[in-house]
Every structure is written in C-alpha cells, then in structure tokens.
C-alpha cells in the first residue's frame, strides 16, 4: 500500500454561508442535500436554469453554518450569484479564503487529525478526505506532505473529473460530469435552480457524454485535444498524468468504435478507452445520430 500523503489544494477557495435562513436556502438552490452533522461533507453543484455548471463543490457542516470547498477563481462570482437568489432571506455570505486553506488526505483509511472540518471525500471513498483548516495549520505528521500534482495524479488514476480543469463551467451538464454517479446529485430532494432538466435526463437516460479512463503506451497529448475513432471526433482530452488521463467523450460513438474495433486516437496517439471501475453507466448498444 502506498505511503499516506496530505496536500493543500491552493487552487480552492473557501465560502462560508450561515444564518437562520441558510439551509432553506441552501436546499433551494442547490443539487445535494446539505450535511447533516459536523464530520459530514457532501458534494453538489449550482445550475443555471437550464441545468448546466456553474460551480461544483463539497459543503461541509461547521457547527450552523456551512462551508463550501470550490474553485479559488469563482469564489466571487460565486458570492455574487448567492446574493442575486438572496432577497430577503437572512444568511450571512463570507468569503474565508485568507485565512483557511482546503486540504485533501489519501491512501489511508483512518483520517488525519487537522484542526478544522474534516470529512470522507462524499463522491468515492478512494479519494480518500478532505478537510477545511486554517492558513498556516501544522499538516498532519504522520501523513507525508505531497503537491497538488500529486493529489491529481491520484484524482486522474481513479477516473475522478474536477470543474474549471476537465470542464468548462457554464458548458456541461450534472451527468457530463458523472456527478449523478458521484453522489453529486440527489434527484429525491424536490426543486433545486436547473433541476427539470436534470431529472428529465435521468429519467429518460438521454446522458451521452461522460468521462471515462483514457491511457496511452506514450504520454497522452494536451488537455483540448480532440479523440477520434476512425477520424471522426468523439470527444476531448481533459488532464492527464502522463499515460493516463481522462476524457469526455460520447459513450454511443465511444462504444460502438470498441465494438467493431474502429482505432480510437488523439492527434495520432492511439488511445485505450475504459469505464471508470465506479461508474454505474455502459457503453450503450448503438450509437445515436444526435451532435
């Protein structure tokens, strides 16, 4: 078994959102129900109307109120978009990113001792925890310190995609992302901003795009490349970790190229293709006609 490491993840900013308002709030608009109790974390998105990313994110509970793990650059569009569903509601919005740092720990069943909100990384038990601790905190000493190149590598080995790196906000969908396979959607918890047109792809199973695992014999080309299968695209390149990186591809066209053994390529490097071992979707039966 590997050697236990812990990383601060500086691209993450942190959102505190709290108030007597805030979990009606919260549970309005966002696509995760919110957690329950201190040591809890869940993972969620905020939609546009039409039911495409806007921010992803883990939420942890922090006694009344909760703060929300998410790409560093969007913590004030973020807030702003907050403030725009606020009204008349009583929540108390924060940005706390000057001083708190989020922490990702792996390859190690028992957590770390941090001191701040620590919890098991809600979308797989691989990814190991995440916690939100204050700046300048001792990282715990009987985990090794690592880099956040080295939490990706971990993140891209288990097929795991992150928002504003291995897609574009504003342009994908909840299931684009897998995050209905990633406890990043609970399609039981009644309205949320984007959610008819989220539960109608669930329910219809018309998600043709998904990420899965793709490896190379030579180190896989840039993020944006596109994947073809038999000249023709089906996909692009997301990050990668040398040989193995992840791509979001249609899994119609992806599976059928697999099928009748059509080479699958990304500006001439060949390309294996495979479901991530976690995932609950297959490779469909045909591929459909539709962009």
């Not at 008349?88 to 989020?102: F, M, S, W």
């Not at 901003?193 to 695992?213: K, N």
């Not at 009748?260 to 490779?283: D, M, N, Q, S």
Request: include cysteine; proline fraction near 8%; glycine fraction near 10%.
């Amino acid at each position: 078994m590997s050697e236990p490491k812990i990383a601060e993840l500086a691209r993450r900013g942190v959102v505190a959102v709290g108030g007597e308002d805030a979990v009606k709030f919260l549970n309005d608009l966002i696509t995760t129900d919110l957690p329950d109790a201190d040591g809890q974390a869940t993972y969620g998105g905020l939609l546009t109307p039409q039911g495409k990313i806007l921010f992803d994110f883990l939420v942890f509970r922090d006694r009344s109120r909760f703060l929300f793990d998410l790409p560093r650059g969007l913590v004030a569009d973020f807030i702003k978009r907050l403030g725009f569903y606020k009204l008349r509601a009583k929540v108390d919005v924060a940005d706390l990113g000057d001083d708190h740092i989020v922490v990702a720990a792996w390859a190690r069943d028992q957590p770390p001792i941090l001191d701040g909100p620590l919890a098991p990384d809600p979308r797989l038990a691989a990814l190991g925890f995440r916690a939100i601790v204050p700046s300048g905190a001792d990282m715990a000493p009987d985990f090794a310190e690592a880099t956040e190149a080295d939490y990706d590598a971990h993140r891209i080995a288990l097929g795991v995609p992150e928002g504003g790196i291995d897609f574009a906000f504003g342009d994908a969908f909840p299931h684009d992302a897998v995050m209905d396979q990633l406890a990043g959607v609970d399609f039981r918890k009644g309205c949320f901003v984007g959610q008819e047109v989220v539960s109608r792809m669930e329910h219809r199973g018309t998600a043709r795009r998904r990420f899965v695992t793709a490896t190379a014999a030579t180190p896989l080309p840039l993020p944006g490349t596109p994947v073809t299968a038999g000249g023709k695209p089906i996909g692009t390149l997301a990050t990668a970790d040398g040989t193995v990186g992840l791509a979001l591809v249609r899994i119609d066209r992806a599976g059928a190229a697999l099928r009748e053994g059509v080479p699958i390529a990304a500006t001439g490097v060949a390309l294996a293709l495979v479901l991530p071992p976690w995932a609950k979707f297959t490779w469909p039966e045909a591929a459909g006609d539709e962009p």
